[in-house]
Antibody
Framework: QLQLQESGPGLVKPSETLSLTCTVSGGSINNSSYYWAWIRQPPGKGLEWIGN???????YYNPSLKSRVAISVDTSKNQFSLKLRSVTAADTAVYFC????????????WGQGTLVTVSS | SYELTQPPSVSVSPGQTASITCSGDKLGDNYVCWYQQKPGQSPVLVIY???KRPSGVPERFSGSSSGYTATLTISGTQAMDEADYYC?????????FGGGTKLTVL
């Protein structure tokens, strides 16, 4: 059974870079049938897609975040990562990683999520 | 930017049918997925490609789409179905989520 687990600092200072890692277990990140995605949810608010990554290197980002975000992969560790630069309080959210099916375009499963707070 | 519109809240009595709508001006050309999120948990896929139900999702969950509106229907709603529900579609290579609907089972 595929499982995803987010990890990283829970507190980031304004203007710094948010860095998170998603570890995939029970399946390979090199599977050609899937993309790998990051999605976030500010406290008490809805879901916002951040971007997708394909193991060949293709990336797709939310236009509203594109200038600040980068998603990369470490296939040797079966992990993919998110970096979000120049964060502000508006970037405070629960960050989820998820698998994205290439053919039917659904997100499943999702990781449990990790809360990142931007504060000095 | 592309938007999907959902009602903020829907209430239903146990055993009755709940309907949650999702509207967007490109839905006629794009499939919709629905996700269920219970408090403190991560979202779970309950419907994809407008009408398909993943294995393990109860049969009381169904989806439909007509024109620019997609609908998630829960028949014989149970207390355990109380949750936030989000629709999601694609605008080219960009994923868009609706604002979410809080389903209350009274």
């Amino acid at each position: 059974q595929l499982q995803l687990q987010e990890s990283g600092p829970g507190l980031v200072k304004p203007s710094e870079t948010l860095s998170l890692t998603c570890t995939v277990s029970g399946g390979s990140i090199n599977n050609s049938s899937y993309y790998w995605a990051w999605i976030r949810q500010p406290p008490g608010k809805g879901l916002e897609w951040i971007g997708n990554f394909y193991f060949t290197g293709s990336t797709y980002y939310n236009p509203s975040l594109k200038s600040r975000v980068a998603i990369s992969v470490d296939t040797s560790k079966n992990q993919f990562s998110l970096k979000l630069r120049s964060v502000t309080a508006a970037d405070t959210a629960v960050y989820f990683c998820a698998r994205l099916d290439r053919g039917e375009n659904w997100f499943d499963p999702w990781g449990q999520g990790t809360l990142v707070t931007v504060s000095s | 930017s592309y938007e999907l519109t959902q009602p903020p809240s829907v209430s239903v009595s146990p055993g009755q049918t709940a309907s949650i709508t999702c509207s967007g001006d490109k839905l006629g050309d794009n499939y919709v997925c629905w996700y269920q999120q219970k408090p403190g948990q991560s979202p779970v896929l309950v419907i994809y490609q407008d009408t398909k139900r993943p294995s393990g999702v109860p049969e009381r969950f169904s989806g439909s789409s007509s024109g620019y509106t997609a609908t998630l229907t829960i028949s014989g709603t149970q207390a355990m179905d109380e949750a936030d529900y989000y629709c999601q579609a694609w605008d080219s290579s960009t994923a868009v989520f609706g604002g979410g609907t809080k389903l209350t089972v009274l």
